[in-house]
């Protein structure tokens, strides 16, 4: 168990509500059966990976466009899961389609492996090697005690009738858990001995569901050597889970030890081949794209232009007709942006990013009422951006319907107060005489 330092000058009554909430939220670990401190529930845990993970994805581009694809890799980290430590989790396993090298853990078992990363494995092995990599964050609650060290935290810096106001510590609301935070456990980042014992869990997982455990060394060595080439795709990766030497070579230690019975296992390639295939052939497409996307932050909205239309002749997919929509709002080609995405939400009507650029575009065309379509639609995609809400306040405004523009400028207000947007939303309601 560790232990939190009190805050300093901290009155006893006080320290004394802090130690009952300290006492009370030690939780045994289902991996190593140690008391630790946790102060969110298994049931808040899971609450926490069922309501973001849709937001995390959406993050990521959404879900790569391939069933069969999705299905197998959710059939490799549900046998994986089958045998861990916490059995009775409800996993669940996608492919989604961002570019970076990376995958990453939710509470409660909900596991997200990038389009990026996947099309660098060569057996399937090696991709249960990161699945079982990431099921030992989940088996071991490391994102659950890394939301409970940032709730201590704050709970020891707020005032004792903030502290005294928990009837249920396991329930209330000490810590907001809006949209917003999926981005904080996405990119969680993990301690060096997280990684390791996730490291040596993933190895338990694999040998018991059949895999060669060489695979999950095999998907490092991967990793590290893509760095050379690609180190901003990893960027993520490398912040979230700090891949070094060391932990290769404890990996190499227990396969020569633990598993030197279990290495000589053939690595299951054909199927993997077979399931990939589709993915693997777009190689070039996605190539074009990631030049795109590249060419879009240095300013260069011609050549990404052009990057995103040979994209587009090699495969048609939402993201690649978003980014050029983008790159030609850039070029104030404002009715040629529009036709690209709307071709976009043809192809996915459920992206996010699409939904709200399309808001964008009309915007600036004076179409307020497509505008709040297809902001609402993104609303309901991401709840709680204030740029989102800030739109659709303007619209309604914009289309004389005071009282629904008043209370989304109010939930702008809320989200985003000492922001521009926030800042917009208080003038509003200030000179309205909603607020004072």
């Known amino acids: 168990m560790k232990i939190y330092a009190v805050k300093k000058h901290m009155p006893f009554y006080a320290v004394l509500v802090f130690l009952m909430i300290f006492i009370s939220a030690c939780a045994k670990n289902p991996v190593t059966g140690e008391r630790e401190l946790v102060l969110i529930s298994e049931e808040d845990e899971l609450s926490i990976g069922v309501k973001n993970y849709p937001i995390t994805t959406q ?20 046998r994986l899961g089958a045998v861990s430590h916490r059995q009775n989790l409800p996993y669940e396993f996608n492919v989604v389609n961002s570019s970076d090298y990376n995958a990453f853990c939710l509470p409660g ?9 996947l099309i660098n494995l060569g057996n399937e092995d090696q991709l249960a090697g990161i699945l079982g990599h990431e099921i030992g964050h989940a088996t071991a609650r490391h994102s659950a005690k890394h939301i409970s060290r940032t709730v201590l935290t704050q709970a020891v810096l707020v005032s004792i009738e903030a502290v005294l106001a928990a009837k249920d510590i396991k329930n209330r609301e000490l810590y907001s858990l809006g949209s917003t935070f999926a981005a904080t456990l996405m990119l969680m980042k993990y301690s060096r001995d997280q ?5 040596h869990l993933g190895l338990d997982y694999m040998n018991k569901t059949g895999y060669n455990p060489t695979g999950l060394k095999q998907s490092m060595e991967i990793l590290q050597k893509a760095h050379k080439k690609e180190s901003s795709k990893l960027e993520n990766l490398f912040m979230t889970h700090p891949l070094t030497t060391e932990r290769i070579d404890a990996i190499s230690k227990e396969l020569n030890t633990t598993y030197k019975d279990t ?19 777009l190689k070039n497409a996605y190539a074009h794209y990631d030049r795109g996307d590249e060419a879009m932050g240095k300013k260069d909205y011609k050549t990404a232009e052009g990057e995103y239309n040979k994209a587009i002749w090699l495969h048609k997919d939402a993201i690649f007709y978003s980014g050029l929509a983008f790159a030609l709002l850039k070029q104030d080609k404002t009715e040629d942006a529009k036709t690209a995405i709307d071709a976009s939400i043809k192809i996915d009507p459920n992206l996010f990013g699409s939904r709200f650029l399309s808001g964008l575009i009309n915007y600036k065309s004076e179409k307020y009422q497509t505008t709040l379509v297809h902001m609402l639609a993104a609303d309901k ?30 939930e702008t207000l809320k989200l985003d107060p000492n922001g521009e947007a926030g800042k917009e939303a208080r003038e509003k309601l200030i000179k309205w005489g909603v607020i004072k």
Do not use: W
């Open 59 to 78: 993050m990521n581009n959404g879900l790569f466009k391939d069933d069969e694809l999705q299905a197998y890799v959710n059939g490799v980290g549900k």
């Open 109 to 117: 078992g909900k596991i997200s492996i990038t389009r990026g990363l």
């Open 195 to 199: 990684e390791r014992q996730s490291d």
């Open 263 to 281: 290495v000589i296992r053939e690595l299951k390639a054909d199927e993997f081949s077979r399931k990939t295939a589709h993915l693997k052939n």
């Open 381 to 410: 995609l991401i709840s709680d951006v204030p740029q989102v809400k800030l739109y659709i306040a303007r619209c309604y405004e914009r289309l004389n319907n005071k009282e629904k523009s008043a209370a989304y400028y109010k």
